[in-house]
């Protein structure tokens, strides 16, 4: 019986689309899976979208859409964006579906018959203004490790410290920025801490496991791993509890899940035996995942499948990150690129190439240098390799009739030293090392073909050109082989040129037949100036329509009002310094613009959620007067502002808003409220902040 291998990469969350950080790992998995087969070995790549969780359900209340139809759209733009980048999964599915319900809700018993699950009475943030406990992510406020401002419920990106969402101090919804209170619930959890001796040994005693990762792991074990929480109370986007109508799974439990049950799908579609890869001795699991993940994959995950008696996880392969010409991926510096922007605009062979150029086994981030790119893809890849084969057939094809000849390629005994080189290196995935010798066998190909001069010994020996010609194909016919992994594309298009349906590793020594070349063109031009436009501007803010519905003093500021907004689906409080131009009963009733995804700031002692707009003209303040519905979203150049992530005030400063004779454009162009152009209550001209 063949040994059966699951390979995974981590589910992509359906609330956004898939990113150039993204397809890092799902090109190295890819790569992987293919290189697998390629041995002839039984390995499926598995995958599915993420579907659950309150970020979902509060992103499909905004758009006035159903969580489903949200995910529904998620699915298929995530299906789109893998098949343009040549990404292969054996089973694509989703954590909504039935199969997932069916394994979380048996993984879920098992552990509890077990003893392995206990409710307890919890204090968790609630707020009163939504009505809701809040998840980890709509819970914001001052680390209570290092005081960093403005971090997660959950864990603090300055200091990295996890901690409570009760521990956050000065703590805001980050829905409605409404400080939270603390409530009781019943939650289950799972009891991780009993696990902790077992996941030492399984940690310490696995070969496959990066070293440099199996440091963090052991810390934390040695630190006391704590329970975990893995309910969540409605509402909530999820699966209800096995026997509860009011408690849901945590996205982080049936997330995961989604292996098994994407694996059970492919088994019930393709007729084999689930049994085999997650229940019976033998089978193989690898996960690839980003280092963000690395806490619950090694440890939470493990310790579940232990416990409800699945197979484990042998191999846990970690990554870095993606950064852009040096820097965090980020669409305030037009650094942040989706999929669908790359596809747009290039091949998909030019990523998967340049990945594969910088990816090894160590957990260390990728750069993706622009200027390194065009470099790395022509000088490397299409002066190399595709320019090398593209103009050996064409010589084949116009001066032999595409005749080949069995041959053996050109210094044979070093092509095949340097392709079990490769081989090893696809193994380890130290993908940069197998391009290093992918490129000195082009380099073979190269220097034989321009040595030999066919094109002069054509003129006196058809016979000599041919074998000249014939040993270059069969040296082509071999790189296309081993860069099948990472280019599946260009090689099933060389594959077509030599008459192969497809090829396999058996193959590297079996010369080709003789035969007639078919067609052939340009396999790869080289990349001119790659330029990608930036996101527009208004996509990095989200300025509504709000109203006034109190307005006061600033209790220690004389030229601040403090205002109380109806911002359509929740109500926030702003600080503005208008005073000098408007009484507090001026306002009340009034209609404004308001900054909604600026980071809150404290001024002179009270809190401002966000910033009312208005422009300046010498000593007279004009605020904005818009003639759109209260939660509306302003617009510019047909672009919504609606920005989700929260931006500093440095950031927005980036921005040219601007009064002209009492109109108000955003960069130069309109800014829209309701399909009309923004107005000033005041025909002024000059800056709006």
């Not at 484990?312 to 690129?337: A, D, W």
């Not at 320019?387 to 005994?413: C, H, I, M, S």
């Not at 790659?530 to 307005?551: D, G, I, M, Q, W």
Request: hydrophobic share 40%; aromatic share 12%.
């Amino acid at each position: 019986m063949s040994r059966k291998i699951v390979v995974t990469a981590a589910l992509p969350y359906a609330n956004g689309p898939i990113h150039l950080g993204h397809l890092v790992e799902y090109i190295q998995t890819d790569i992987y899976v293919r290189f697998l087969k390629l041995k002839g070995l039984d390995a499926i790549y598995i995958c599915a979208d993420d579907t659950h969780g309150a970020p979902i359900e509060i992103n499909a209340r905004k758009q006035g859409i159903t969580p489903e139809q949200l995910i529904a759209r998620s699915y298929e733009e995530h299906r789109r964006d893998f098949a343009g980048f040549q990404v292969d999964f054996d089973h694509f599915h989703s954590t909504n579906a039935p199969e997932n319900k069916h394994f979380a809700d048996l993984i879920f018993t098992r552990l509890r018959e077990k003893g392995d699950i206990y409710l307890k009475e919890i204090e968790l943030t609630y707020c009163p203004q939504c009505a809701r406990f809040l998840p980890d992510r709509y819970v914001m406020g001052a680390c209570p490790r290092c005081g960093a401002a403005d971090q997660y419920g959950d864990a603090c990106e300055s200091c990295n410290a996890t901690y409570e969402t009760t521990e956050l101090k000065n703590a805001y919804c980050s829905i409605c920025k409404t400080p939270p209170v603390r409530k009781s619930s019943a939650h289950y959890f799972f009891r991780l801490s009993a696990y902790a001796d077992w996941l030492r040994g399984y940690i310490e005693d696995n070969p496959h496991f990066q070293e440099s990762i199996k440091g963090y792991l052991l810390y934390w074990i040695n630190s006391g791993l704590k329970d975990w929480d893995i309910s969540r109370d409605a509402p909530y986007f999820g699966f209800p509890i096995v026997g509860e109508t009011d408690k849901y799974y945590y996205v982080w439990l049936d997330a995961p899940i989604g292996y098994i049950s994407s694996t059970a799908k492919f088994c019930a579609d393709t007729g084999r035996d689930f049994a085999e890869y997650w229940e019976r001795e033998g089978s193989e699991i690898v996960h690839f995942i980003g280092k963000d993940i690395i806490y619950f994959h090694f440890l939470f995950w493990p310790a579940v499948l232990k416990g409800a008696g699945f197979n484990l996880p042998s191999k846990i392969f970690v990554h870095g990150f993606l950064t852009v010409n040096g820097e965090k991926m980020s669409k305030s510096r037009g650094t942040f690129f989706t999929a669908r922007d790359y596809l747009d605009r290039l091949p998909p062979d030019y990523l998967r190439f340049y990945y594969a150029s910088h990816l090894s086994a160590d957990p260390g981030d990728l750069d993706l240098d622009f200027k390194h790119f065009q470099d790395t893809v022509n000088g490397k890849l299409v002066d190399n390799f595709c320019n090398f084969a593209y103009r050996v057939f064409q010589f084949t094809v116009k001066n032999l009739e595409g005749r080949v000849l069995p041959a053996a390629p050109p210094q044979e005994d070093k092509v095949r030293d340097l392709a079990a080189g490769v081989l090893v290196d696809y193994e380890s995935r130290n993908f940069h090392h197998a391009v290093r010798g992918l490129l000195e066998i082009s380099d073979i190909g190269n220097g034989f073909f321009q040595f030999a001069q066919p094109w002069s010994v054509l003129k006196t020996d058809r016979e000599a050109t041919l074998k000249i010609t014939s040993s270059a194909i069969e040296l082509i016919k071999r790189l296309a082989i081993l860069y099948s992994p990472i280019l599946p594309g260009l090689s099933a298009r060389i594959f077509a040129t030599l008459g192969l349906e497809k090829a396999v590793l058996a193959d590297l020594e079996t010369p080709l037949a003789e035969r007639t070349l078919g067609p052939s063109e340009p396999l790869l031009g080289r990349v001119q100036d790659v330029t990608f436009t930036p996101p527009h501007p208004a996509s990095l803010v989200h300025l509504r329509v709000a109203r006034v519905v109190e307005a006061g003093l600033h209790p220690k500021a004389d030229k601040l009002l403090v205002l109380k907004l109806d911002a359509g689906d929740h109500q926030r409080q702003i600080v503005a310094g208008i005073r000098a131009c408007y009484a507090p009963d001026d306002l009340v009733g009034r209609k404004i613009v308001v900054v909604a995804n600026l980071k809150p700031a404290t001024l002179r002692g009270v809190e401002s959620q966000g910033m009312l707009l208005a422009a300046s003209e010498g000593e007279v303040i004009s605020v904005l007067a818009p003639e759109a519905e209260v939660g509306s979203r302003l617009a510019v150049g047909g672009v919504e502002t609606a920005a989700a992530r929260e931006i500093g005030i440095q950031d927005f400063a980036a921005f040219t808003i601007e009064a002209r004779e009492g109109k108000v454009f955003f960069n130069g162009e309109p800014l829209l409220a309701g399909g009309v152009q923004v107005s000033t209550d005041r025909p002024v001209t000059g800056r709006v902040k």
